[in-house]
């Protein structure tokens, strides 16, 4: 071996060992749900019952909370064929999260009454309806805010005391990555997304010093019953920018939002552009490893330049929409 190949060794090796001990000293452990109490809001379908599903994965007794007492049986009954341990609770309870914050006291009681105090929430629940400004009627609005906005803020209103008087507790806030970017025909929805991402940075500010930890996620189109829903009142331009990301899997987002959940991160995101996009929001959220943070750093410039191309590709979207529209009404006429 020549003088020079030593050398280059060195290097590479005096590398790979400082990357070894920052990983060691930086790295997450992860939190213990085994045989603690889990409660998954929106919990029946979707990405709520795929998180409720690994947590049972876990080891963990799990609560699912939905309207549908149909939906919530067959979910139980997934979830118990997935138990590994004997004495493993699985519940479920039907309550109108949207309603009114004393129904939802008066069902979180009842849960844990029968299962034992809250260690983690999973809040999942909610639904898109899609439109302009103008063609979404105010009662859309209104019931997006009541199912994404106080579905959510009534259980975490709940848990959160109970969690900082024990010192411990995990709390989930799953919005969208609508909660980082304004996006045509998602503007009420957007709305409802963006108030979560202010609940889940308040709480974290609140509640760190008091051992609650708190994880917003942020998926993009998943494959979900509500998904296909969503789809049925989306504008064309909203198909065209937002398909422009792919579709995920409800598996794959629900093990991820809880596994970045019991690591202690604050942002759960799956995928590039999903990474790309909240680190060029990131703005004021809270720290998240010296990692992440120095890359924030020498990234957020380029990646704002990124950001505006983005925002000029869907601008172009659009125009051409609005070219094509205008052309079909004068071809009717």
Same mark, same amino acid.
């Given at each position: 071996m020549d003088h020079q190949t030593e050398i280059v060794l060195t290097i590479f090796g005096i590398i790979f060992i400082h990357g070894l001990v920052f990983y060691l000293v930086c790295r997450k452990s992860r939190a213990n749900i085994r045989s603690k109490h889990v409660v998954v809001t929106g919990g029946s379908s979707g990405i709520g019952l795929w998180a409720a599903m690994e947590c049972v994965r876990l080891g963990a007794n799990v609560t699912i909370v939905a309207r549908n007492v149909n939906l919530l049986e067959k979910a139980k009954q997934q @979830?118990?064929?997935?138990?590994?341990?004997?004495?493993? /609770?699985?519940?479920?309870?039907?309550?109108?999260? *949207?309603? #009114?914050?004393?129904? +939802?006291?008066?069902?979180?009681?009842?849960?844990? /009454?029968? #299962?034992?105090?809250?260690? %983690?929430?999973?809040?999942?629940?909610? %639904?898109?309806?899609c439109g302009t400004i103008e063609d979404t009627s105010v009662e859309d609005a209104r019931l997006l805010m009541d199912v994404n906005y106080f579905a959510t803020y009534y259980p975490t209103r709940y848990v959160l005391p109970k969690m900082k008087a024990a010192r411990e507790g995990i709390?989930?806030?799953?919005?969208?990555?609508? =909660?980082? +970017?304004? @996006?045509?025909?998602?503007? =009420?929805? *957007?709305?409802?997304?963006?108030? @979560?991402?202010? @609940? *889940?940075?308040?709480?974290?500010?609140?509640?760190?010093h008091a051992g609650v930890s708190v994880t917003l996620a942020l998926p993009a189109d998943t494959d979900t019953p509500g998904f296909e829903r969503e789809n049925q009142s989306k504008p064309i331009e909203t198909k065209i920018i937002s398909g422009s990301g792919g579709l995920a899997?409800?598996?794959?987002?629900?093990?991820?939002?809880?596994?970045? =959940?019991?690591?202690?991160?604050?942002? #759960?995101?799956?995928?590039?552009?999903?990474w790309i996009l909240s680190t060029l929001c990131v703005g004021m959220a809270p720290w998240m490893g010296p990692i992440l943070c120095i890359l924030q750093f020498y990234l957020l410039g380029p990646l704002r330049l990124i950001g505006l191309l983005i925002q000029w590709n869907f601008q172009r979207i659009i125009r051409n929409c609005a070219k094509e529209r205008e052309t079909n009404a004068c071809t009717k006429n």
């Open positions: @979830l118990l064929k997935r138990k590994v341990r004997e004495d493993q /609770q699985i519940e479920y309870r039907s309550i109108d999260l *949207a309603k #009114s914050n004393d129904l +939802v006291e008066k069902g979180f009681q009842d849960i844990e /009454q029968a #299962s034992g105090s809250i260690f %983690m929430l999973i809040n999942c629940a909610g %639904m898109a309806i709390i989930v806030i799953t919005a969208s990555q609508a =909660a980082l +970017v304004g @996006l045509y025909g998602y503007g =009420a929805y *957007a709305a409802s997304k963006f108030a @979560l991402r202010g @609940l *889940a940075e308040t709480i974290a500010m609140e509640a760190k899997k409800p598996e794959d987002v629900g093990r991820k939002i809880v596994h970045d =959940a019991l690591k202690g991160s604050f942002f #759960s995101i799956l995928g590039l552009e999903s």
